[in-house]
């Protein structure tokens, strides 16, 4: 079904293709267009960076809730007393409360109460400096004829670290009236982030690398590089297309998660072990990550290495991290498959008022006053 799906929207975008020169696409048309575009960017924009960006760094660096002791009260009640003298081995009842980021509500409202709606949104300006600083890095490293393009993205996320420590620490701590430049660190923290950020941009480059490789050795983008090759395409051609891609996003996933997201967590546990003293984190934290991070003070580095920090992110944390991602995918799914349905309505909308136009025939929506 899928494929021939698949068949007939090529064979329809290649239709509307050869009615170009006797269509002219109307401004409203373009209105709308643009309109949904910017409502879809907007709203898978905010799902990206509130809950697949912000939650997830808040989750990566919550130390397991300690167990709440309930001991019992004195009473002077004698049953109790005989019960309490038969069983002296009674442990004391123990009730582990859920993480804060166990689930996006309890996040989001931490989140309210710490400041307001806007708080969905903490640490965005430094977030685009760096996007920005990293984009225009990478096109001056690149004009060197001699470095590879997958290594231009790493050296660029490496030099703009430092951007991305004091995204995370604003994140993840407690309000400040600080402007987001005054809460970089220092230089001398660069050294200790540089080797996990390169590590985590180079996973990056190997998951995105390996997918569009074996795309260009099937041979997919060949078969759809004009409209009459999309038109030219049979149902079976249309069926290994489909399962080719499906393989292909599949593979991506994996590697996503098995080399992007621990190198991720990495080096989130270690910006957060470089947090200052005078920043309290707005979930439990455990600084010394269980007696491993040495402060300067004492010789230590005053940060937990990369390692270190893998490892003492507990299984369950895990866990809920991958169900925290799975969301946001489904998420974004079903808000990409909403938005390709208005779409496609509208695409039918516009070419056929815009055919009938062509045609010589009256388009109803416009509206005769004489």
């Known amino acids: 079904?899928?494929?021939?799906?698949?068949?007939?929207?090529?064979?329809?975008?290649?239709?509307?293709?050869?009615?170009?020169?006797k269509l002219q696409l109307p401004t409203w048309g373009i209105v709308l267009f643009g309109f949904t575009a910017a409502i879809y960017l907007i709203v898978s924009g905010v799902i990206e960076y509130t809950l697949g960006r912000i939650v997830p760094t808040l989750l990566m660096i919550e130390s397991p809730p300690e167990a709440i002791v309930f001991q019992p009260l004195a009473t002077d009640d004698t049953d109790a007393t005989l019960n309490k003298n038969t069983n002296t081995n009674t442990e004391a009842q123990a009730i582990k409360p859920?993480?804060?980021?166990?689930?996006?509500?309890?996040?989001?409202?931490?989140?309210?109460?710490?400041?307001?709606?806007?708080?969905?949104?903490?640490?965005?300006?430094?977030?685009?400096?760096?996007?920005?600083?990293?984009?225009?890095?990478?096109?001056?490293?690149?004009?060197?004829?001699w470095v590879p393009r997958s290594v231009v993205a790493v050296v660029a996320s490496v030099l703009c670290a430092q951007l991305s420590v004091a995204w995370t620490h604003i994140?993840?701590?407690?309000?400040?009236?600080?402007?987001?430049?005054?809460?970089?660190?220092?230089?001398?923290?660069?050294?200790?982030?540089?080797?996990?950020?390169?590590?985590?941009?180079?996973?990056?480059?190997?998951?995105v690398l390996i997918p569009v490789?074996?795309?260009?050795?099937?041979?997919?983008?060949?078969?759809?590089?004009?409209?009459?090759?999309?038109?030219?395409?049979?149902?079976r051609q249309a069926w290994i297309i489909t399962l080719t891609g499906v393989g292909i996003g599949a593979l991506a996933l994996v590697l996503g998660f098995l080399l992007v997201v621990p190198a991720d967590v990495a080096l989130t546990r270690v910006q957060a072990s470089l947090l200052t003293d005078s920043d309290e984190t707005i979930v439990p934290f455990d600084r010394s990550f269980?007696?491993?991070?040495?402060?300067?003070?004492?010789?230590?580095?005053?940060?937990?290495?990369?390692?270190?920090?893998?490892?003492?992110?507990?299984?369950?944390?895990?866990?809920?991290?991958?169900?925290?991602?799975?969301?946001?995918?489904?998420?974004?799914?079903?808000?990409a498959a909403v938005f390709v349905v208005v779409a496609v309505l509208e695409v039918a909308l516009v070419l056929g008022k815009s055919k009938k136009v062509a045609d010589g025939e009256p388009d109803s929506m416009g509206l005769d006053l004489m």
């Open 1 to 21: 079904m899928s494929a021939a799906l698949a068949h007939n929207l090529m064979r329809r975008g290649a239709e509307a293709t050869l009615y170009n020169e």
């Open 290 to 335: 269980n007696g491993k991070v040495i402060p300067e003070i004492v010789g230590g580095t005053g940060a937990i290495g990369m390692l270190d920090a893998w490892k003492s992110f507990d299984w369950a944390a895990r866990v809920r991290l991958v169900k925290a991602y799975f969301k946001v995918f489904l998420m974004q799914l079903a808000i």
């Open 171 to 207: 994140v993840i701590s407690e309000p400040s009236p600080k402007m987001w430049f005054r809460r970089l660190p220092s230089t001398k923290t660069w050294r200790k982030v540089a080797a996990p950020t390169a590590v985590l941009a180079i996973a990056e480059q190997v998951t």
């Open 213 to 235: 490789s074996l795309g260009m050795m099937s041979g997919i983008s060949a078969k759809l590089q004009t409209p009459d090759q999309m038109a030219n395409i049979d149902s």
């Open 98 to 145: 859920k993480p804060i980021t166990a689930s996006f509500r309890a996040t989001l409202r931490l989140l309210s109460q710490k400041g307001g709606f806007r708080a969905r949104f903490r640490g965005l300006s430094v977030f685009l400096v760096n996007q920005m600083a990293v984009s225009w890095i990478a096109q001056i490293v690149s004009l060197l004829p």
